[in-house]
Nanobody, 115 residues
Framework: QVQLVESGGGLVQPGGSLRLSCAGS????????MGWYRQAPGKERELVAV???????NYANSVKGRFTISRDNAKNTVGLQMNNLKPEDTAVYYC?????????WGQGTQVTVSS
């Protein structure tokens, strides 16, 4: 079993920055793909960023150049640095980990970008 707990969400003004963190427990996740999705009110959940075990990353076009995903295998964590935030980034952000054919999810953390 894998448990994921996100932290770091909050309210920020447009143009500001936030850093999300996701801590995994129950299993070592260094060899597993991890990433972040988000879901805005009334919209489908969308993939934001992915990082594979080797460190390669991929991003949604809407966040390229603004968001950076990273992982610390020693701490079993994945982070999402979000810069130049826009109102359209407002959503609940969920981290996930793929392990042995299952996708595990965190509980989500709210990010609100508003002046």
């Amino acid at each position: 079993q894998v448990q994921l707990v996100e932290s770091g969400g909050g309210l920020v003004q447009p143009g500001g920055s936030l850093r999300l963190s996701c801590a995994g427990s129950g299993s070592a996740l260094s060899r597993n793909t991890m990433g972040w999705y988000r879901q805005a009110p009334g919209k489908e959940r969308e993939l934001v960023a992915v990082i594979i075990s080797g460190g390669s990353t991929n991003y949604a076009n809407s966040v390229k150049g603004r968001f950076t995903i990273s992982r610390d295998n020693a701490k079993n964590t994945v982070g999402l640095q979000m810069n130049n935030l826009k109102p359209e980034d407002t959503a609940v952000y969920y981290c996930y980990a793929d392990r042995l054919g299952f996708r595990y999810w965190g509980q989500g953390t709210q990010v609100t970008v508003s002046s």
